[in-house]
Nanobody, 119 residues
Framework: QVQVVESGGGLVQAGGSLRLSCAAS????????MGWYRRAPGKQREMVAG??????NYADSVKGRFTISRDNDKNKVYLEMSSLKPEDTAVYYC??????????????WGRGTQVTVSS
């Protein structure tokens, strides 16, 4: 059984910083990609940042403020968020494309962690 769990959300003032963490666990052979998405109130879920062996990519709205990194040995991905704005308020979800012990590749989602930025 593979699962993905986020942590690190919270309440922060505008201009502040937060670090989100995501850990994948279970019967994992390999992880092809990991990333962060978010869903703000009344809006659709959007990609925030992604990371693969080829590199990283970011939504235009977070470039220069957010940094995604990965610890392959621990099956973890992180999102360092700085210069936070009220419009960054959302539930942040971790996503991972994982090949399990049965050689099946699936898309896994965490339950989300709330990030609230006050003005």
């Amino acid at each position: 059984q593979v699962q993905v769990v986020e942590s690190g959300g919270g309440l922060v003032q505008a201009g502040g910083s937060l670090r989100l963490s995501c850990a994948a666990s279970g019967n994992i052979l390999s992880i092809d990609a990991m990333g962060w998405y978010r869903r703000a109130p009344g809006k659709q879920r959007e990609m925030v940042a992604g990371i693969t062996s080829d590199g990283t990519n970011y939504a235009d709205s977070v470039k220069g403020r957010f940094t995604i990194s990965r610890d392959n040995d621990k099956n973890k991905v992180y999102l360092e968020m700085s210069s936070l704005k009220p419009e960054d308020t959302a539930v942040y979800y971790c996503n991972a494309i994982i090949r399990d012990g049965q050689y099946k590749t699936s898309n896994y989602w965490g339950r989300g962690t709330q990030v609230t930025v006050s003005s």
